[in-house]
């Protein structure tokens, strides 16, 4: 089979990128992979060839509209030079001429909650101010592009949770018939539990800590819509013999002033980590004791799969994606958008070394079923159903 992919940035880092990295990889064994991207980074480059798509870098506007146009006329003159493909997959509206979209976002959602004042971006500064404005630009002009491409009745969507399918459905309303569930996966040999040995110590020294801490892990970006701020609530609200225990390590991009001035004012900036973007992310999942996600909106957060593979319990917001993963009491727990109720649910957990071993197992087991050879399995079948009904109305 001859498959395209397409998209801005292709590499082993972030939640969309990541998931068609490994499709990639996965596929490019048996199958002829032509990717189209600005960058491409961490992967094996024997298994596809790179045509390499010229994009204007920043701003975030003016890099969509660059790589969306610019794919397209690519694509659009390779066609005409004969040059086809079987399937051409992206992840998002980032081109027109796609069979197969997955659905990682949905960004009239997005608008939606940040209008009804849910995700909340932070105003205080005049840079804040434009930083905000220039978000809810960039998803008025995707939301407007969502909302034209899945409509189309040849379009296939592939919606990594049944949440994210509602989302779509109800904001855009596609064909149910060209609607599929197919789940992220995560990388369980890269995120292995045995990690821990090495990274644990490690982690520790560089923090100036002692082996009796708990690590509290958060990693994302989008820190407003991701919940850092309930994050840092939570480890405030802590009873204190959970929170002389308890530090909070923050990984990812994010307005760090902004955060480390709450916890500032909620005395707990010695016990706020926060370690910018990294590079091996495995280890400090390794490292750590408790996933801590109150994310306010996903669409199926890898960030919680790789949390699982590496047997963290999880403490995360009933949202799309964690709603099909976690199992309340067992692998982790659903705790509210806000900081008292979230430490209530929390502290025990800190407290209790073996009940966090009972459930790093059950973890670990959790993600069986999100292997990297089930969705490329479950995604070959769909690119079959393209190809089959290819021409049919």
Known sequence: MKIAYVMPRLHKHGGTEVGIAMLVEDLGRDHDITVFASQVADLDATRFRWMRVPTVQRPGIARYLSFLLTNTLMLRTLRRQGHEWDVIHTSGADTALAQVYTCQYCQAERLRLVRAGVIRHPTA???????????????????????????????????????IRQ???????????RMTVVPNAVDQERFPPRLRAESRPALLNHLGLSDSSVLLLFVGAEWERKGLDVAIETL??????AQRQAHLVVVGRGDIPHYRSSADRLGV??????????????????ASDIFVFPSRYEAFSLATLEAAASGLPLAVTRINGTEDLVEDGENGHFIPGEGSGAAELLAPLIVDTRRRQEMRAAARASVARFSREHVASATLDVYDRVISRAGVP
């Open 125 to 163: 500064t005049l840079g804040q101010r434009l930083r905000r404005a220039n978000a809810l630009a960039f998803y008025r002009l995707t939301a407007a592009m969502e909302r034209r491409i899945y409509g189309g009745i040849q379009r296939q969507l592939i919606c990594v949770s049944p949440g």
């Open 236 to 241: 405030a609200a802590l009873p204190a013999d």
């Open 167 to 177: 989302d779509i459905r109800r904001h855009y309303r596609p064909s149910g018939k």
């Open 269 to 286: 900036s010695d016990r706020v980590h926060f370690l910018g973007q990294v590079q091996a992310p495995e280890r400090y999942f390794a």
